[in-house]
């Protein structure tokens, strides 16, 4: 509080001379105030302190601000030293602390600094963005928010609030007078009786456009009273209801949704629709709602029957992007059905098929979608967890080789063997238009076969004119395989992504250092994980060096001990210069 005191007391200066540089004294814009680790600092001034960002967010509104501010050198300073408790108390003796707004606050990482005393600090500074996670203040934390008239998004989740402190959210931050427009309050246990209190105002509030009540304990009975909102409220974009126990049962919000003419993003992840829940929902989509553009129905116990509804949906809707049905029993008739539906359909772009049980068979029928170029307007294919096998990996990869619409492919842990991986990514060669391939978690290997993968996956690096983002991870590559791909690095001119995190063949540290050397002759190449691989070390590699060259590629490796100890050491000593000054500058 001195120290804020006493930077209140500079703030009337013209200027000020640190470093041999004058800095003319500037306004303090509405900052945005963010706790982060400061365990380099001294333990008492604190553990944990404030950073203040230089940005405020633009998309906020704006206040008039004072004159009598102080330079923003001095500022960042001041926060730098004072854990979140001293900072509120300088707030109360600083003229300039006090008057100035915390725009943008983000506890997230902290949620056991934050007490009920604190909390009312925060509100008093007037947040439009107030992200508080896991706080374990129980209903006590809505009390509070009441006093924050100008929030305009506010994320409590994970938060005890229960009915409780949902119906005092609900008159506060929710009411008629209320500025919120993104309220998240997942995780929060608000029953069906804080859902119900919650609907009243929701009614009359035309400023919400984003609700999350995901995990929120609301029975089919409290979610049919919040179909009420989606029919006649004009402002909603964004509604996710997910692991909330909808049951089959879905008739009010399948009305709902037939009338709304807003909502844009529908989430009903894990609610227990089954088949005859998810039919009139789809009914709905393909009947008369052409606005919704995300559809999230993964986890919900679709089988084949439930899968063909959401295809004969797809003929006909016109306006869906996003189809989300992971973890769902679609096997290869769902797909079959799908990709049928989809001849008819030109406006999906992203299709989701984590682990559906889909074979081979299901593959083709997709990859046979794929190959005419009249029809398919997918973008982003993801089929992790799926069993692709060889006719699945020859059919799509002949299809790739001529489609030019898909963008994303994703075949994780579809246990690829080594030919199978030489018959998708062989006809890539000659031409594709992918921007990103995520072949992590296979049997990529020598172990798979006489032809190794790298002769398919080097001269595909070498020749594309569009792969962005590459995932090898998981994969038991070795050393040889690994230094046919650093060689195709060399030549590359569009990779801005690597991933080659715990290859499952233990690689040598000399095939790091050509990784390394290859990633930096990339020209593009910007980011190179190498995580979780034992020989590649900080030490080994030689990153300190490369770091000191500023290369713009980033080399992530795991740290070791020493790793950690140095960097401590590094930080302490910065620390220690920070401090020095900030005492001789006072």
Known sequence: AAAAAAVGSTAGSAGLKMGGHRRSLRQLPGRAVRLYDAQSLPGHLASHAVDAELQAAPEMETEERGPNLPPVEIWERVLMYLDLKSLCRAAQVCHALHAARWVHVDCRGYEKLITLQVLQHIAQKQPQVLILPGASLGWEVASVLVQCTRLQALTLSDVELGSVGGEHLARGVVGLHGRTTRLDIRSCHIGDEGCRILVERLLHNNRITHLDLEDNGLSPAAVANLARVVSCNTSLRTLNLSNNALGEDTTALADALAQNTTLTTLLLEGCELGNAGITPLVRALARSNATLRRLNLEDNDLTVQGVREVATALKT??????????FNHVQNEGAVALADALTSNSSLRELDLWDAHIGAAGVQALAALLHDPHVCALQALRLKFNHLGTAGARALGAALAVNRTLLHLDVRSCSLTTEQAELLLGPLVAGHVLCSLLLGDNNLGEAG???????????????????????????????????????????????????????????AARTGLALVAAATACPTLRRLDLSHNPAFTRTALKLQQLEQQQARCVIA?????????????????QSRARRARFFWFF
């Not at 996956?457 to 569009?466: I, K």
């Not at 795991?558 to 000593?573: H, M, R």
């Open 317 to 326: 809707n016109k306006g869906l992007v996003h189809l989300q049905l992971c």
């Open 449 to 507: 076969g006489s032809r190794a993968t790298p002769h398919a996956l080097a001269p595909l690096l070498q020749h594309t004119h569009t792969l962005q983002q590459l995932d090898l991870s998981s994969n038991p590559l070795s050393d040889s395989q690994v230094a046919h791909i650093a060689t195709a690095f060399k030549v590359n001119t569009t990779l801005r992504t690597v991933t080659l995190t715990a290859n499952k063949h233990r690689l």
């Open 557 to 573: 490796v795991t740290p070791t001990a020493a790793d950690v100890a140095a960097s401590s050491e590094a930080s302490a000593s």
